[in-house]
Nanobody, 115 residues
Framework: QVQLPESGGGLVQPGGSLRLSCAAT????????MGWYRQAPGKQRELVAR???????NYADSVKGRFTISRDAAKNTVYLQMNSLNSEDTAVYYC?????????WGQGTQVTVSS
């Protein structure tokens, strides 16, 4: 069962922007710390952004100042606004809790930054 479906990825030129979405159920979303993760080829999956139930955010140094995580409680949705994208951001992006639950890893959404 896909419980945290991600969407919004695609091909974008360097310097461009994308907005990723993650739709959760209320039981998963409510009161939980949510995170966006990414995995590039040959690398381990890493947490790039997280947001608490009351809106506190944290970012990996590599994306700080460029990415913004947000959540919409009414829609049970977490977003990742990605600006000033560069080739190092190319990866499959995933949504999960923080700490992640193994059973919540899904297909992810591919982000490719290329000219």
């Amino acid at each position: 069962q896909v419980q945290l479906p991600e969407s919004g990825g695609g091909l974008v030129q360097p310097g461009g922007s994308l907005r990723l979405s993650c739709a959760a159920t209320g039981s998963i979303f409510s009161g939980k710390v949510m995170g966006w993760y990414r995995q590039a080829p040959g690398k381990q999956r890493e947490l790039v952004a997280r947001i608490t139930s009351d809106g506190r955010t944290n970012y990996a140094d590599s994306v700080k100042g460029r990415f913004t995580i947000s959540r919409d409680a009414a829609k049970n949705t977490v977003y990742l606004q990605m600006n000033s994208l560069n080739s190092e951001d190319t990866a499959v992006y995933y949504c999960n809790l923080d700490p992640a639950l193994r059973e919540f890893w899904g297909q992810g959404t591919q982000v490719t930054v290329s000219s």
